[in-house]
């Protein structure tokens, strides 16, 4: 499984664009890119998944450059409700171990 | 909706006690995990199931067991408990391929 690193902490006001990015160098061909939220005290969320390129859904999106080696979650317009860890995984879906492997994650506080 | 049950939030427990904590899923999903969060340690996976009665280790299974006898139900379970296992624990459940991981509101579990 390809090792994630991501920014430990990120602070942002309300109203504003949030991007988060995360970096797999060592991405494999067949890896999808997953991103989660988590609330204290609360199991985490999925919010996006991606292969390539961009990906966008109602709460957040998914931006993968040509070579995969990193992605960037962005949130737009953020709210404190938004305030949690957002975790990004990498793996290799189309194999039948499909392990959910958590990195540490980054802490967004959103201030208002 | 997905649903992931986990059979108590909270638990109280004497260390040397065996411990089971059950989780069950509503929607068929092949894949099933167990993890542990501790401030600073993150989500770590103890056990992973891809099948009835299929299990795989994950980074920390030392001092636990787990058993899947039926597709909905994967139960975690501390032989003897100790301390140093006083922790939150997260249960959930995937699809095969899908890397989309729903998780179960936790258990709190204190060892005395």
């Known amino acids: 499984l390809a090792k994630t690193t991501q920014p430990i902490s990120m602070d942002s006001y309300e109203g504003q664009e949030v991007n988060i990015t995360c970096s797999h160098n060592n991405i494999a061909t067949n890896d999808y890119i997953t991103w989660y939220q988590q609330f204290p005290s609360q199991g985490p969320r999925f919010i996006i998944q991606?292969?390539?390129t961009k990906v966008t859904n109602e709460v957040a999106s998914l931006f993968i450059p040509a070579d995969r080696k990193s992605s960037t979650l962005s949130l737009p317009r953020v709210s404190l409700s938004d305030t949690a860890v957002y975790y990004c995984l990498v793996g290799d879906h189309s194999s039948n171990t499909g392990k959910l492997i958590f990195g540490q994650g980054t802490t967004l506080q959103v201030k208002p | 909706d997905v649903k992931v049950t986990q059979s108590s939030r909270y638990l109280v427990k004497r260390t040397g006690e065996k411990v089971f904590l059950e989780c069950v899923q509503d929607m068929d999903h092949e894949n099933m995990f167990w993890y542990r969060q501790d401030p600073g340690l993150g989500l770590r996976l103890i056990y992973f199931s891809y099948d009835v009665k299929m299990k795989e280790k994950g980074d920390i299974p030392e001092g636990y067991s787990v058993s899947r006898e039926k597709k909905e139900r994967f139960s975690l379970i501390l032989e003897s408990a100790s301390t140093n296992q006083t922790s939150m624990y997260l249960c959930?459940?995937?699809?095969?391929?899908?890397?989309?991981?729903?998780f179960g509101p936790g258990t709190r579990l204190t060892v005395l």
């Open positions: 991606g292969y390539k």
């Open positions: 959930a459940s995937s699809l095969l391929y899908s890397g989309q991981g729903f």
